[in-house]
């Protein structure tokens, strides 16, 4: 082989070895003993220092690694060069990149042909990872012992079901010492009743989560939850079971139930509760052949304790009033047979539903006798004045009472049958009881019927305007005849019945809050009639539109009636609107607040059905009304009657001295006529003067009557 041969090969075993260092997963580096400088590194060694591999050589280690570090090493590397052997240590290093590693170093002596040491080779490994791992171990280790100690939950380990450790916690838990505990069966501390799942769950060494009951000492068993885990530790494989004390998440749990199926209030069951309970009665009723009354109690104007004395006089007499209901199924004689005490009947329940209705269910087949007897007696304690802050409060109840089998064979159908009785009750005047009778369920039905029908109206624009004149008599500045005003009569045009007149639906309506969208279509489709008959120069006078009790209530009132007349083009002063007394008298400075912004649009106001209501007159004064309306009802009867006369006449006398205007409603005769006439009253409506008449109709009459 030539000398350029030899020498490309010589290069390309270097290139090899070059590569092989720069690999290697250890740092190597040669210092010569002859001022200890690097005279080899490869890329690792360099990178470690942040340095190239030809940039240390020549340096000193000192200089490589720092003057502190390199004090540090001094001592092994003078060892290695006196003793001529290989040295091991460990130190931590901060890299270039300002990470923190742990190394391990190998010094090994490069001895000449003597064995004296001329160099050192340098060779570095990183156990960072080691390390870590290693204080990771002793970390967690101390970590569990700590937990063990430290945890406020039991903890105890075992190995195939045989007790290795166990914490403090656990210990003060049962009741037993460590010793004590040590080396026996886990299941010895386990509730009999839990025994086998315990078992299961030892054979089969899930990871898994359960409630059970632990055994203390003395023999108490209590509530636990056992969280069960596998672990590897020192070489083992144990089962650690975390045990919790539950009795506080028991008795929460109890109470939750209790407060889902009691009401708070009286402690009393609540509708839950009583539906189940009463169904297992009827079905227990049912199979011995037993009948059963159900109850249905409302309590009559309660809000008015509310709103007068505040809810917490008003929960106060709800707990009286529970407390007096339960008494009188206590000391009932007609529930109990001969010679059985006076204690309650189990079987007996009393609910509370929710506000002031109360349900009781009378087991052990109670006749309709004895049923009204209990009533009776709910009616006279229930009743009994209470006094609270040194006021003396009562309300009455209405009963309502449906049997089984008679009038239901389930809760449900018994409670909807004894509150439509309850409600029979309260329209008969309150305070009494009634017994369940197929005709309410009818009337029922037909008032849900009337009430889909009323919503398909509203929707479907079934409704119409009838329109009745009101003429002047005379008293006042118009003239005797004159068309001083007319009133819109809302009518309902059904597909079914034909025309139905308003008593037929409006109660409803306002009951079941559809009287809302009604009496804005009213109001829009007067005002668009007024501005058409104000233009065609046909009636120059006010529209009067009826304002019910919700509408003039519900919010924006004002808002919505100024929207009105602006959409329709109307003037305020086109308008009359009619509220009643008893509205005038609910909040009356609210009620002032909303006519002075109404009468600030030019809007009239007028009092319907005047006399009817409970009219302050201190009150009335201070309103801004422009009319009166006698009520037909006084109408009607004069001038045959003293009474309606006197009261007719009394009318129109304030109204003169208020100087209101004053309108005689349902005027049907001459007689009747000439009466209001002759007290003084401005002007007159009924069938005598004119009809309610359709809007083409009332048109036709206005251009007739114009000529």
Not at 44 to 62: K, N, Q, T
Request: some cysteine; hydrophobic content about 45%; aromatic content about 6%.
């Amino acid at each position: 082989m030539s000398a350029d041969n030899e020498l490309a090969v010589l290069r390309a075993r270097l290139a090899q070895f070059a590569r092989l260092c720069n690999n290697v997963p250890v740092a190597i580096a040669y210092y010569e003993r002859e001022g200890y400088t690097c005279r080899y590194a490869n890329h690792p060694y360099a990178a470690m220092f942040g340095r190239g591999e030809d940039e240390v050589i020549g340096l000193s280690f000192a200089e490589i690694i720092g003057a502190d570090a390199a004090a540090q090493i001094q001592p092994r590397v003078d060892e290695v060069v006196r003793e001529r052997q290989s040295v091991r240590y460990e130190r931590q290093l901060l890299t270039a990149q300002g990470q923190r590693r742990h190394i391990e170093v190998h010094l090994l002596p490069d001895r000449d042909d003597h064995g004296q040491a001329q160099g050192a080779f340098v060779l570095i490994s990183d156990i960072t990872r080691h390390r870590e791992a290693e204080a990771a171990a002793r970390d967690s280790e101390e970590r569990l012992s700590k937990f063990m100690h430290a945890s406020a939950e039991g903890i105890v380990f075992h190995k195939g079901g045989f007790i290795t450790d166990v914490n403090p916690p656990l210990l003060q838990l049962l009741g037993w010492t460590l010793e004590d505990m040590m080396g026996r069966s886990t299941l010895e501390f386990v509730a009999p009743s839990a025994r086998q799942r315990v078992a299961e769950v030892i054979a089969a060494a899930p990871e898994i989560s359960y409630d059970s009951v632990a055994l203390h000492k003395d023999g108490r068993e209590i509530p636990v939850e056992l969280i069960v885990r596998t672990m590897h530790h020192a070489g083992e494989t144990q089962r650690m079971t975390i045990v919790r004390d539950i009795r506080d998440r028991v008795d929460a749990e109890a109470r939750i139930r209790h407060l889902a199926q009691h009401d708070a209030l009286t402690g009393l069951p609540n509708r839950l509760a009583f539906d189940e309970r009463a169904a297992l009665a009827l079905a227990a009723a049912g199979r011995r052949g037993e009948g059963l009354a159900l109850m249905f109690i409302d309590l009559d104007h309660f809000k008015r304790v509310n709103d007068s004395l505040g809810h917490p006089v008003g929960d106060m007499l709800l707990q009286t009033v529970a407390d007096r209901i339960t008494a009188v199924l206590r000391w009932a004689p007609e529930r109990r047979p001969a010679g059985e005490p006076d204690a309650a009947r189990e079987a007996d329940l009393v609910a509370r539903f929710g506000g002031d209705e109360f349900v009781l269910l009378l087991a052990g087949d109670p006749g309709r006798e004895a049923v009204s007897a209990i009533a009776a007696k709910l009616l006279s304690a229930v009743g009994l004045p209470l006094q609270v802050e040194g006021a003396s409060i009562s309300v009455t109840p209405s009963i309502g009472v449906a049997l089984f089998p008679e009038h239901g064979q389930t809760p449900a159908e018994l409670i909807k049958h004894a509150d439509l009785a309850m409600y029979e009750a309260k329209s008969q005047g309150r305070a009494a009881w009634r017994f369940f009778e197929p005709t309410m369920a009818a009337a029922a039905y037909a008032a849900l019927e009337m009430e889909s029908r009323l919503a398909r109206a509203v929707r479907d624009g079934e409704f119409l305007l009838h329109f009745q004149p009101q003429f002047a008599l005379g008293g006042g500045t118009a003239e005797a005849g004159a068309l001083v005003g007319v009133e819109a009569l809302l009518r309902w045009q059904t597909p079914e019945h034909g025309l139905v007149l308003p008593d037929a639906f409006i109660p409803l309506a306002e009951e079941r809050r559809l009287i809302l969208p009604i009496g804005r279509w009213v109001l829009g489709e007067a005002l668009r009639c007024a501005v058409r008959w104000h233009a065609a120069n046909l009636a120059q006078v006010p529209m009067a539109v009826n304002v019910s009790t919700q509408e003039f209530q519900s919010p924006g009132f004002v808002e919505g009636v100024e929207q009105a007349l602006a959409q329709s083009g109307a003037a305020g002063s086109m308008l009359e609107l009619e509220l009643t007394e008893r509205m005038l008298m609910e909040d009356v400075a609210t009620v002032r607040a909303a006519l002075v912004r109404l009468r600030a649009l030019g809007v009239r106001i007028a009092v319907d059905d005047f006399g009817t209501g409970y009219t302050s007159l201190a009150h009335l004064k201070h309103l801004p009304v422009d009319r009166l309306k006698i009520d037909r009802s006084f109408i009607a009867d004069v001038p045959g009657d003293a009474g309606s006369v006197a009261i007719a006449g009394a009318i129109v006398n304030l109204g003169q001295r208020l100087h209101l205007q004053v309108l005689a409603e349902g005027v049907e005769t001459e007689a009747q006529r000439a009466w209001v006439q002759e007290q003084g009253c401005d002007a007159q409506q009924g069938f005598l003067a004119g009809m309610p008449l359709p809007a083409a109709e009332f048109e036709a009459w206005l251009r007739a009557r114009r000529g």
